[in-house]
């Protein structure tokens, strides 16, 4: 690659769409990306219409999603932030015309049919999908960072599943997990993870001054969970819960060990893990992360504390959903796809 990257986006003018453009606005090492609209899509002819705080000389126009305009402007990486089965249909079409693309809906993520069953996707070429269901890269650079440089199709993990992962991670490659006690996440996050449309559920009177959970045993994120982590399905307890504030997830999980562990040997397992990984902060016990503290910021914080038996622990994970949950994983996934400093563009 010569010169500054060429990218595009379609999706931009939802929540974690206009995220990415923000931070690809001020990347150093991207051109001024492409703003696509989907065929049909009623939205602002610009960008900078929606949201005026990026707005500039001329703003961002929306183009037309051209297949033939993407390759003459010789597109290298199309940030795909659009539905899970939008994002299905089109990566083919992408990967075949010789762009790269990271993908920020789940219709990537799993490789296990079952799991990938609650999309309900239907393939118009089952092989070709199934292709690249195995060719694509579970864009957690934190587990995955190696093979992202190859990568020609980088599935951006769920908001929800990243504060899990990041958490379970290092104590089950150190193998102390008691897995056949069980884990239990109690997530949380505000209200932008459910995305920009407007629902029941999601009104501003359904939402504030309250606290609900939803999708017990049926969230689209367990899969990712469960395959990413090696877990069986009976090994974990998933349940979100939809908090009333814009943004942010909060994890509290539940673990036993299979012996008694000292603070400290945990606290080793965490910073040995993630040795060298600058967008995960663990916290000394028994201070504890919250949601405020990663807002804004493409961190993921990590703390626990252990029970004086020394065999029962809490961890708790906090990620700003739209940034390490979404858009800055997308741009942090970029850096390493091109060589890139990770912190590139990031904060």
Known sequence: MTGRLKTAILGATGYSGFELARILLRHQQVETPMMLQRSGEATAANL???YPSISGNGGYPMQPLSWTELQRQKIELLFLATPHEVSRALVPEAIARGMRV??????????QAQHRAVYGFQDTNAVTAAELTEKAVYGLPELNGDRLPGAALVANPGCYATSVILALAPL???????RKKGIISDSKSGVSGAGKEATARTHFVSVADNLS????????????ILEQLKLDDGELIFTPHLLPIPRGILSTIYVHLKRETKSSEVESCFHDFYSGKPWVRVFATPKLPQIQFSLHTNYCDLGFCLAEDGRRL???SCVDNLLKGAAGQAVQNMNL???????????
């Open 48 to 50: 900078a219409d929606m």
């Open 102 to 111: 990271v993908d920020l809906s789940g219709a990537w993520r799993l490789r």
């Open 172 to 178: 089950l490659a150190a193998d102390i997990v008691d």
């Open 213 to 224: 959970a939803y999708s017990v045993f049926a969230h689209r994120h367990v899969g990712e």
């Open 314 to 316: 809490v961890l708790v």
């Open 337 to 347: 796809m091109y060589g890139f400093k990770e912190q590139e563009g990031l904060q």
